[in-house]
């Protein structure tokens, strides 16, 4: 992989064939677990300003209608994220000179917090084809990582590292972008009243920070012109400048309107949360379904409908059928779908159970699709023998689908690549529970084009809900499960067991699995927090976290939601047979120790009972501790008799786990699965409201 120097750039075709569909990735990682920034990505013209608003993708705009940009949302990587965008450059319009690759942090947070800051850059194929890693952002709250760009005929990176001081709402600004963001307190988007009045943005407010020694590009000098490499060329000093100097208030000139701002509010459509009163006359009769499961008996016809039955709705559907695909390195365009297609393999031809080809410009893009339901694996030498066809046939990649969770560093097929060939194949997995997940974003939350949309993706989603459609998702926690914990009650595991090494991958695919769930019935991000020393790869992580299960006999795992004041801890204890779910959230700023509790005490008045609340003190040493049915009385007894500085509360709930391996009702995955659904339910959503207020009586009976 092609390493870049901060102003370094370089020509995309010299690095591959394949470089007119590209993944940008940006990375970071924090030593709390807790940092993140949002991407943008921002069109410019040869002026180096958007053609119009629409130019610029957010979180609240993610997808160009042309399909040439994509931002494909968050995946956890060590103890940060990896956010990706995927870039169509054989779709980006004639007039766009430059596409800007950027990122922002809200609530006083800033870049220079985050540790192993770096962008990517894949091709079609997902090789990784540059690197760029930035040592030091500094105190800033946006940041441009780089810029793709025209030279002519060719699409080149320049890697920038420039930071704003303003945020994203002042980088936006400066790039000409109409937003509504006149508080000075308020740095998100998000919380910009966007109704479309008039806005004035003083020049200052837009001013990027400049290193010292910069040029007035806002380049160090020396990055202008790094020592010369085999691979990168460098450019006239007038094309670096990616970052604009700040536009002059014209005091003469009336406040400009904008008259299509950025807006937080979407107008696809959704269906109803609250589905309408049946009329059927009783609960015997079934509504008729557009995907019958009925007739399915075996295995094979559950893989040959499944595959017809997604395949086909990713065709009817662009905006579902792009977000499968645009992570592959699929182009955005007619898409056409095909299944039990016959392919020439010397005397015996294949059948892969599905074809998917996107057209786009006069060209096709091509993949193979392989497709397992229930449990069933994927097996090698069929993957292997499609990886060849594809290479043979100059297709792009294969999909494997299936029940399963892909992991980072561990392929659930091992195939060879011949490196001798010079068409390269790309192998992608997609989980069942990612392909549901993707459907309840669109159709409950984020929208779709129209309601026909929608009702064929409802009907998607309750097919692959049914339990007779055998795609519900990881449900297997493997055959080393038993033994692992035989082994522990006995006290006879011991470190180094590969089986021990099982369980912890096991584990890791159902909290994925789990925060799939979640998040696509809340509509947020939830993703699983992984800590891990900086540089370790995840199998390093995982051998030790297996350590840690011989030693211990639990299993642990942190998920962070959107919105919620802390992180969410999940642990198994094998020992004990029980799961805890809990989540510390942190003393107020101002106010008194009294009052808090009382407060804590009101917020959770519909908590479960059984609810554990400890109070953490300053040091570590353990504070005051019982159910929310002991202190609901007596909220004061949380406080500590020492008068210990109180830096947080935790909040617990404790259930029986099951002793399966697999999904059954007594199974250890469906108690996961309910554990922190119920927690969510019962407990976080009370932290998100304000206290309830007591009336004048109670609050004199109180003081009384």
């Known amino acids: 992989m092609y390493e870049l120097s901060k102003g370094a750039n370089v020509g995309l075709a010299s690095l591959s064939e ?28 040869a002026d180096g300003k958007v053609r119009s608003d629409g130019d610029f993708y957010f979180y609240n705009n993610p997808v160009a209608a042309d399909g040439s940009v994509q931002l494909l949302g968050k995946t956890p990587t060590g103890s940060g994220n990896k956010d990706r965008i995927s870039f169509d450059l054989s779709a980006v319009p004639e007039g766009v000179d430059r596409i800007v690759v950027a990122a922002s942090r809200y609530g006083g947070a800033h870049f220079g917090e985050l540790d192993g800051l770096r962008l990517t850059l894949a091709d079609g194929s997902g090789e990784g084809l540059l690197r760029f890693a930035i040592e030091d952002a500094g105190a800033v709250s946006a940041f441009i990582f780089g810029e793709v760009y025209r030279r002519g005929a060719e699409w080149k990176f320049r890697a920038v590292g420039q930071g704003y001081d303003s945020g994203l709402a002042g980088l ?7 937003i509504d963001d006149d508080e000075a307190t308020e740095e998100s988007l998000e919380a910009a009243a966007l109704d479309g009045a008039a806005v004035d943005v003083p020049a200052e407010a837009a001013a990027p920070v400049r290193a010292p020694g910069a040029d007035p590009t806002g380049l160090p000098v020396e990055a202008v012109a790094p020592e010369p490499t085999p691979a990168a060329d460098r450019e006239p000093p007038p094309p670096l400048a990616a970052v604009p100097a700040p536009r002059r208030a014209d005091a003469d000139a009336p406040p400009r309107k904008a008259p299509a701002r950025p807006r937080t509010a979407k107008k696809k459509v959704t269906l109803p949360k609250a589905a309408k009163k049946s009329l059927a006359e009783n609960e015997t009769w079934k509504e008729a379904r557009l995907f019958p499961l009925s007739a399915l008996k075996s295995d094979r016809d559950r893989e040959m409908r499944a595959t017809s039955v997604l395949l086909s709705v990713m065709a009817q559907i662009p905006e579902f059928g792009r977000r499968l695909t645009a992570g592959f390195g699929a182009p955005a365009g007619r898409m056409e779908t095909f299944t039990e297609v016959s392919l020439p ?20 893009w091509t993949v193979l699709v392989e497709t397992k339901t229930n449990g069933n694996p994927l097996k090698a030498e069929q993957v292997q023998a499609y990886m060849d066809i594809a290479a043979r046939r100059g297709y792009e990649a294969v999909i494997t689908l299936s029940n399963d969770v892909a992991l980072e ?12 060939r010079k068409h390269k194949v790309a192998l992608w997995h997609l989980s069942w529970a990612e392909v549901a997940h993707q459907a309840q974003m669109l159709i409950r939350h984020e929208g779709v084009g129209n309601m026909a949309h929608a009702w064929l993706l409802q009907e998607l989603l309750h097919y692959l809900q049914h339990e007779n459609s055998g795609c519900h998702g990881f449900q297997n926690m493997g055959s080393a499960w038993v033994p692992v914990r035989n082994g522990i009650d006995d006290e006879t595991l011991c470190q180094g067991d590969p089986r021990s090494l099982e369980v912890v991958e096991s584990w890791e695919r159902l909290i994925r ?35 840690q299960l011989c030693v211990e006999g639990r299993l642990q795992a942190e998920v962070r939601i959107e919105g919620t004041p802390g992180v969410l801890v999940i642990t198994a204890d094998l020992r004990t047979g029980k799961l805890r ?26 908590a479960p009972a059984d609810l554990h609340i400890e109070t953490l003190v300053e040091g570590g040493t353990g504070g005051p501790r019982g159910t929310l049915e002991r202190l609901r009385p007596e909220p004061a007894d949380l406080l500590p008799r020492n008068d210990a500085s109180i830096t947080g509360f935790r909040l617990s709930l404790f259930k029986g786990m099951g002793s399966g391996r697999g999904n059954a009702e007594s199974g250890f995955i469906r108690s996961v699965d309910d554990a922190v659904h119920r927690f969510y339910a019962t407990v976080v959503t009370h932290l998100d409201r304000p206290a309830p207020r007591r009336s004048p009586a109670a609050e004199r009976a109180a003081v009384g």
Request: hydrophobic share 35%; net charge neutral; glycine share 10%.
């Open 513 to 547: 699995q789990v925060c799939l769930r979640l998040g696509g019935e809340l509509g947020q991000k939830v993703l699983p927090v992984q800590r891990s020393r900086r540089g370790a790869d995840p199998g390093t992580r995982r051998a030790r976290l297996a350590d």
């Open 18 to 45: 394949n470089a007119d569909s590209v993944i940008v990735s940006l990375d970071w990682t924090s030593p709390t677990g807790e940092g993140d920034a949002d991407v943008s990505v921002l069109l410019l013209d």
């Open 345 to 364: 393999n010397g005397d015996f031809p294949r059948r892969p159970d599905g074809v998917i080809r996107v057209e786009r410009a006069g060209k096709l």
């Open 409 to 420: 560093g561990s392929p659930l097929v091992d195939v060879r690549i011949d490196g001798r």
């Open 172 to 178: 936006a600004t400066d790039f000409g972008v109409d």
């Open 581 to 606: 779910t809990s989540i510390e959230i942190p003393a107020p700023d101002q106010g008194y120790p009294l009052t808090w509790v009382k407060r804590l005490a009101r917020r959770l008045a519909e």
